[in-house]
Nanobody
Framework: QVQLVESGGGLVQAGGSLRLSCAAS????????MGWFRQAPGKERELVAT????????YYTDSVKGRFTISRDTAKNTVYLQMNSLRPEATAVYYC?????????????????WGQGTQVTVSS
């Protein structure tokens, strides 16, 4: 059983930056692809970014390309999401998730474990 704990959310002004962290425990970190999702009130959960088991490949949803960066540190069993040039539409609860799948899993059902989420609020 893998446990995921997110941190780093908060309130930031538009144009600012935040770095989310997700610490994993209870499993072999390198055996999981990792993803960051977000869910705004009244909207479906959407994939923001994902990274392969090795960290060699990444995927970003179009709206964050060039501004967000996903990375992983195997020594610390942690995945990060660096968010720059934040916009008000990024306001949501951000979730970290782990998938046993190879490659870049894009859909929520392909993920096996989820964190509790961290709130990100971007003010205009």
């Amino acid at each position: 059983q893998v446990q995921l704990v997110e941190s780093g959310g908060g309130l930031v002004q538009a144009g600012g930056s935040l770095r989310l962290s997700c610490a994993a425990s209870g499993g072999t970190f390198s055996s999981y692809a990792m993803g960051w999702f977000r869910q705004a009130p009244g909207k479906e959960r959407e994939l923001v970014a994902t990274i392969t088991r090795s960290g060699g490949s990444t995927y970003y949803t179009d709206s964050v390309k060039g501004r967000f960066t996903i990375s992983r540190d195997t020594a610390k069993n942690t995945v990060y999401l660096q968010m720059n040039s934040l916009r008000p539409e990024a306001t949501a609860v951000y979730y970290c998730a782990a998938a046993r799948a190879y490659g870049l899993p894009l859909l929520p059902p392909t993920y096996d474990y989820w964190g509790q989420g961290t709130q990100v609020t971007v003010s205009s």
